[in-house]
């Protein structure tokens, strides 16, 4: 993507696993560090990003979109009261914000890419469906997190995975034939021979292979990092390494290992007390943690 703006997503699949938390301290982290920071909440239906800010009721947000015509997405930029970190709030329980429309989506995409800073950051809602996937596929990294439970690993590996064939999807748009070997959303029509990038490959070879190097280039570029959640000892840390091995074996994508999180009372605290962890307790262990991911 051609921009001058560090676009990051923050997405996972699971819900509960500390996403919002992460995002918003990371915002909060380079914010504090001198750059011009706004963080997105594209959690629409069930948007509560505001409240881990201390914004009890946000003034403008995404609702917006529904009720009246934007022209300019500045306009829904909130103050944080943290320097350098402007918000920009999700569609709160509006009816129908949870289900809008791919236009909508396409709209609001637009929006966040005209906005200016130096690192904007996308808070995702769970799940796989695509309002969250292409909201993740249009940042320049996108980040996933999990927690070292075995069920949140395999919904942060569905993830990546609905993720990364949903960009080769999307690349094909114009050639139906391979829409449909990659599409998934649909498993009566889907075709399960292709479920992993080597199966896709082979297909690619014997039916497109005019097309091969391309798909080729796709899986390459694709990179996220991960961090792992609520760490609590040295049996957690080695989630993340399972996952990496997964992804690797089934999908033959280098995630990058972002760093990890301890699970802390502090982080709990700062929670309850709507400010963010890594300015409530600079010197914790998990602001220690978000540091060095920050700087990874």
Same mark, same amino acid.
């Given at each position: 993507m051609t921009t001058?703006?560090? *676009?990051?997503?923050?997405?996972?699949?699971?819900?509960?696993?500390?996403?919002?938390?992460?995002?918003?301290?990371?915002?909060?982290?380079?914010?504090?560090?001198?750059?011009?920071? *706004?963080?997105?909440?594209?959690?629409?239906?069930?948007?509560?990003?505001?409240?881990?800010?201390?914004?009890?009721?946000?003034?403008?947000? =995404?609702?917006? =979109?529904?009720n009246a015509d934007i022209t300019d997405p500045r306009t829904l930029l909130?103050?944080?009261?943290?320097?350098?970190?402007?918000?920009?709030?999700?569609?709160?329980d509006n009816p129908g914000s949870?289900?809008?429309?791919?236009?909508?989506?396409?709209?609001?995409?637009?929006?966040?890419?005209?906005?200016?800073?130096?690192t904007i950051l996308l808070d995702l809602g769970p799940g796989t469906n695509y309002n969250v996937i292409d909201f993740f596929n249009?940042?320049?990294?996108?980040?996933?997190?999990?927690?070292?439970?075995?069920?949140?690993?395999m919904k942060t590996f569905s993830f990546i995975r609905s993720a990364l064939f949903r960009k080769i999807s999307m690349a094909f748009q114009d050639h139906p034939e391979i829409v449909q070997m990659v599409d998934h959303s649909n498993p009566d029509s889907a075709d399960t021979?292709?479920?992993?990038?080597?199966?896709?490959?082979?297909?690619?070879?014997e039916n497109f292979p005019d097309h091969s190097d391309k798909l080729n280039t796709l899986i390459n570029e694709f990179t996220p990092g991960l961090v792992v959640n609520r760490?609590?000892?040295?049996?957690?840390?080695?989630?993340?390494d399972n996952l990496l091995k997964l992804v690797r074996k089934f999908l033959e994508v280098e995630?990058?290992?972002?760093?990890?999180?301890?699970?802390?009372?502090?982080?709990?605290?700062?929670?309850?007390?709507m400010i963010p962890f890594l300015i409530k307790d600079p010197q914790s262990k998990p602001s220690e943690n978000l540091q060095q991911i920050i700087g990874a």
């Open positions: 001058s703006t560090n *676009i990051i997503a923050v997405g996972g699949g699971k819900g509960g696993i500390g996403k919002s938390v992460i995002c918003t301290n990371l915002a909060a982290g380079m914010a504090l560090s001198g750059q011009k920071v *706004i963080l997105v909440d594209t959690d629409f239906g069930a948007s509560n990003l505001h409240a881990l800010l201390g914004i009890s009721n946000p003034a403008h947000g =995404f609702q917006d =979109f529904f909130l103050d944080t009261g943290i320097s350098n970190l402007k918000f920009v709030s999700g569609a709160g949870a289900n809008i429309s791919s236009d909508k989506i396409d709209t609001i995409i637009s929006s966040i890419k005209k906005l200016e800073a130096d249009i940042s320049t990294q996108g980040v996933v997190i999990t927690t070292p439970e075995m069920t949140s690993i021979e292709s479920y992993t990038t080597g199966l896709l490959r082979s297909k690619f070879e760490v609590r000892n040295r049996k957690d840390l080695m989630a993340g995630v990058t290992y972002l760093g990890y999180i301890i699970d802390s009372d502090r982080v709990r605290d700062s929670i309850d007390e």
